[in-house]
């Protein structure tokens, strides 16, 4: 039974985060390391966290953002496998057994996903996160991130090898980490449901904008060979319709544009030939 170990970053979700802690704790694998690395929160989410201190490490001290909470308590972390929960998010049951039955088959994957629920702010859910696919590198470079970030585990070994996340990214860092493991190891996916992603107005994908949509095209066009991928409108439109939607006539030409282009898009057209930066890449590491 190898040591698992999960990280929560946390600041200020109060409201959410007993949820997700509970839904890790609850896990019946009993093989588990939990710790969550809190931001210096100003609301309830330390006085929720002491509750569960006999049962997990915690940390409250400033950092410079998600991706360098997530990394410092990887840093940490004693597991052979290791994933992040967002204190937001929840787990499935089960969930972390099913990874570990994966990777016991498949020793040498560095990363697998599942399928999974969304969920409003009051725990309602939506039905599936309708993206998830089994897994295409060529997909997930030039297209979109169909990977749901909570379903998803891999190997501390593959982990570091590729160089953890990249702090200069705020909305892209899981997508740029799967595309990092994808060019070194093999990627799995469970064709089963692993957890629920929360998503409301206040996220950080809601929330984006014009910056995120910036990133995620530098993050294509790091790994990709095409300047304008499928991805670039698909992600165009998205983000068009996020800030149009309290324009009522513009919102409604949007949405016909991003009918229009996301059967283009989706459509079978000719693929483009791996990127030499992503050769690069791969040959590096």
Same mark, same amino acid.
């Given at each position: 039974?190898?040591?698992? =170990? !999960? ?23 009993p093989n588990i390391e939990y710790i969550i ?55 499935? /049951? ?26 409003? /702010? ?11 696919? /089994? ?21 501390? /070994? ?22 990092k493991l994808s060019k070194c190891y093999p ?18 994908? =809601? ?8 990133? !995620? ?43 229009? !282009? ?17 050769k690069r890449f791969k040959d590096e590491y």
């Amino acid at each position: 039974m190898p040591l698992v =170990s !999960i990280i929560t970053p946390s600041y200020n979700q109060g409201r959410f985060i007993r949820q997700t802690i509970e839904s890790v704790l609850n896990q019946k694998y009993p093989n588990i390391e939990y710790i969550i690395i809190d931001g210096g929160s100003s609301d309830n989410t330390l006085e929720i966290i002491k509750e569960y201190e006999s049962k997990i490490k915690w940390i409250s001290e400033k950092d410079n953002g998600q991706s360098d909470a997530i990394n410092k308590g990887f840093s940490m972390a004693n597991g052979e496998i290791i994933a992040w929960l967002n204190s937001d998010d929840i787990y499935l /049951e089960d969930a972390i057994q099913k990874a570990v039955d994966f990777f016991t088959v498949y020793p040498d994957y560095g990363l697998v996903y599942g399928e999974g629920y969304l969920i409003d /702010e009051n725990g309602n859910n939506h039905g599936r996160f309708p993206c998830t696919q /089994e897994f295409d590198e060529w997909t997930l470079v030039h297209k979109s991130d169909y990977i749901m970030q909570p379903t998803t585990f891999f190997k501390k /070994e593959a982990f570091f090898r590729v160089g953890k996340l990249d702090t200069n990214l705020h909305w892209c860092m899981d997508w740029d980490l799967w595309i990092k493991l994808s060019k070194c190891y093999p990627v799995g996916y469970i064709n089963d449901y692993l957890a629920c992603s929360r998503e409301y107005d206040e996220t950080k994908t =809601s929330t984006g904008g014009i910056k995120r949509f910036k990133e !995620i095209v530098k993050v294509m066009r790091k790994y990709g060979n095409y300047r304008y991928p499928p991805g670039y409108f698909l992600y165009g439109c998205a983000t068009l319709l996020t800030i149009t939607k309290n324009y009522l006539i513009v919102h409604q030409i949007a949405r016909l544009i991003t009918f229009f !282009i996301s059967h283009l898009v989706f459509s079978p057209i000719p693929f483009w030939k791996e990127s030499e930066s992503a050769k690069r890449f791969k040959d590096e590491y």
